[in-house]
Structures are given as C-alpha cells and as structure tokens.
C-alpha cells in the first residue's frame, strides 16, 4: 500500500515514531478477529506470536494505538480504495449487480443518557406555563404596590407620610414586594436559561431526527435488531459478491432517504454506474424508483406492502386506493413484474446470498456489534477498518482458490507469493 499521506503528518524531529504500516497492520487483523480496544491490542503485542511477527516485536503503549487510530487515519478512504481496486485487478467486482442494505450498531453511549424530542417539547411547555404564572405574580406585585402609593407622593394629598407609623408599614410592605419581584425576575431568568439549552438541544436533533444520546451527540435512538431500543448508528453496506463497495454510517433510523446517497457514492469511489439495485423493502419509495430510472440503473426493489398485496392479491381480497398516486402506483406496478418474474426472483436470492452474509460476518464472526469511539466521522473511521478487513479475507480466499486452479495471472501470483500459497 501507499501510505505516504499518513507517513507526512509524521515531524522529523523528537525520538522516532513507530512505523506507521506496521500500527495499520496491527489494527487491520485485529479488526479482523474482532479485537478492536487498543489496550486488547496492546496485550496481544506480548502473548499472540502471530501480533508479534506482524508488529516486528515492537511493542507500541495503547496510547499510541489509539492515537494513530484516531489522529493519523482521518483519510481512510484512501486505504479503502487502495485495498478496493486490488478486488477490481483480480476481476472479483465489476460494479454489475450491487446489493445494498443497512444494520444498526449501538453506539458508545449509555441509552439512560438519551434525549427525545418530545419530552423537550414537554418541558417547553412547562416551562412557558411557569413563565405565565410568574408574569400573572409580578403583575400582581405591581398592583399591591399601586394600591399602597396610588398617585399619593410625598409633595401630594393622599398618604400621610408625616406619620411615622403609616410610613414604616408602606416601607415594609414595599420592601416586601421588592424581594418578591427580584425572587420573581430570578426564577423567570432560570427558566429562560433552561428554554435555551432545551432551544439548544433542538439543534442539535435537527430536524430530520427525533432523539440523540447527550453522551455522543450525533447517535440517533433507534430500535436493533436483538429487539431493544438504544442509542445507535445505521450501517449502510453496497457489496457485490460479498465485496464491500463502499459504507456509510447514518444518524437516519430508516434505511429510505440512504439509497441515493449510497449510489453517488459508489459512482465516485468506483468510477462506474451500476448497472443493477437489489435492496429489500426499507428502500422502497417514489423517490428512490424515480432516481433509479433518471441514472438508468435497473432495480429490484420491494415497495413496504409489497408482501401483503401479493398475499391478497392471489386470494383475489385486494382493494385498489380510492386515490392512489399515479406516478407511485407505476414504479409499483413495474416492480411487481420484475420481482415476481424468474429473474426477479434470482435477483432476490442473490441480495440474500451477497449483502446479508456480509452483515452476519461482520457482527458474528468479527463481533462488530458496538462502536468503540464517538463522534460521527470516528464512527466512520471504524466501519472502515472492518471493511477493509472483511475485504482483504475475502482477498485472501479467492487467491487460495485461484492457485489452487492455476490460474497463471500477474496480480494472482504476486498476492499468492506474498500470502505463501506460491513459492516467491
């Protein structure tokens, strides 16, 4: 690989840095087994003998592990790629047919510290109502005080101020209010102050989520798939052969709005358009089918009702909407005939064989079922590092059966040299 981008953040002056392919090394396979905190990493330097041969011996603090995770490898498109176009050199993706689907992770946050916007709107209101009942006192206040002075002074008719009585008890009775006004203007600010960082807490959210975790502030309340709701991120993962094309993690509990962003994307990394969309149903909107017939990319998309109907329909209990959308009822219409044609059907079992396996890999046999860092972007950095991982297995395996068939091309004999299935 070419890591001079990571090898020029590095200072030549002080005592020398570890070599930087040898930390990407360590984290890679240990990424690859499942091993993601630093100071499991660090420990592996000194008792795996294969850590040890991968890291020449050298034993980095996990300090340093962590800190080149999380300072020197910002750029990690650029590793991706490189590991990316090796998959394309040995013809194992071409960007055909790409499955895509989405997983949730949880996020290194606890679920107790979440934050929901209603319950922000809930407290707004409190809030205003209590503003109104300390209004309502001080206007009161301001009556009492009306009604000890009136238009009386002391250059006036009305109260006589000359009797030390009558002046000591309007005295009291005004200082009395005085403090009720300060403790009023004093309970109004806090509440103010609370209207503000609930405001605050508002952006935060934006408008396009309903919660997020106080802890890691772009991880959005979603339901997972062990059944239980908890702060978290939605994975999206484009593969093509159990190859991983790209990734994006998303703060978007719903898989619907990803799907194009997801193809902009891929057409970037690889320079290709797909020529074909296999999802399930999470990705079946108007909006999608739209943008899928203006790029000419064939989909194979199921609309949200799409088992339902078919039930119905053969059963012949289905009811047509008294208005439906043209334009939708269209795309619905065309995905029913792909989806329930023969090639549809295969279309459908290869998501099942591509996408899912790829998921079910990376959460079982890689154990990637939480995120260890925070933030959005350092979210991202990790999900890069399984991929890449998950992309070199796969490597690995389809050199193995390519030597074993004799397959005689550059790039199969020099990765099958470096992996020891060919003598150098």
């Known amino acids: 690989m070419d ?33 993601r905190g630093s100071r499991k990493l660090a420990d592996r330097l000194k ?26 490898l910002i750029d990690f498109d ?8 090796t998959c394309f050199a040995l013809n ?7 499955s895509l689907d989405g997983t949730k992770a949880l996020a290194n946050a606890s679920k107790n510290k979440a934050v929901f916007r209603t319950n922000l709107k809930k407290q707004k209101e409190l809030i205003h ?39 000591e008890k309007i005295t009291q009775s005004v200082k009395k209010i005085e403090r009720q006004r300060k403790r009023l203007n004093k309970k109004k600010a806090i509440l103010t102050a609370r209207e503000s960082e609930i405001n605050k807490k508002e952006r935060i959210m934006r408008k396009d989520r309903n919660s997020f975790s106080s802890v890691d502030k772009d991880a959005t309340v979603m339901m997972m798939k062990e059944g239980y709701i908890a702060p978290g991120y939605n994975i999206q993962l484009a593969t093509e052969h159990q190859v ?19 193809v902009e994307k891929i057409k970037k990394r690889t320079g290709r358009v797909p ?17 899928l017939k203006n790029q000419k990319i064939q989909s194979y998309i199921p609309y949200t009702m799409y088992e339902q109907e078919r039930i119905l329909r053969n059963k012949g209990l289905y009811e047509y909407p008294k208005n439906p959308d043209k334009e939708l009822e269209k795309y619905k219409f065309i995905q029913r005939l792909r989806l329930q044609s023969e090639e549809g059907k295969l279309m459908m079992k290869r998501r099942r064989e591509d996408v899912e396996p790829v998921i079910g890999n990376i959460k079982r046999n890689m154990e990637f079922r939480r995120f260890n860092l925070q933030g959005k972007d350092k979210c991202r950095l990790e999900i890069g590092l399984v991929a890449v991982a998950h992309n070199l297995k796969k490597i690995k395996n389809y050199v193995k059966r390519l030597v074993n068939q004799g397959d005689g091309r550059r790039e199969t004999i020099e990765l099958g040299a470096v992996l020891g299935y060919l003598p150098a």
């Not at 650029?78 to 176009?85: A, D, P, R, S, W």
């Not at 006192?137 to 002074?153: C, F, H, K, P, W």
């Not at 994006?248 to 997801?262: A, F, G, I, W, Y």
């Open 92 to 98: 194992m993706v071409r960007v055909g047919k790409v």
């Open 129 to 167: 109502q209590k503003v109104e009942e300390i209004m309502k006192e001080v206007e009161s206040a301001d009556e009492e005080e009306e009604r000890l002075y009136g238009n009386a002074t002391p250059h006036r008719t009305g109260i006589d101020f000359t009797d030390p009585k009558v002046l």
């Open 78 to 85: 650029n590793i991706f790629e490189q590991v990316l176009k």
């Open 244 to 262: 991983i094309l790209d990734y994006e993690v998303s703060s978007n509990r719903t898989d619907q709005k990803l799907l194009k962003p997801m």
């Open 275 to 291: 020529e074909t969309m296999i999802t399930d149903a999470g990705y079946g909107s108007k909006f999608n089918y739209r943008y």
């Open 47 to 72: 008792e795996d003998i294969v850590f040890m041969w991968l890291s020449a011996r050298n034993t980095p603090d996990f300090r340093t592990i962590s800190d080149f995770r999380k300072d020197k």
């Open 3 to 35: 890591l001079l981008f990571i090898e020029q953040t590095y200072s030549n002056d002080g005592q020398h840095a570890f070599n930087p392919r040898m930390l990407l090394k360590v984290l890679v396979y240990g990424y690859s087994l499942g091993l």
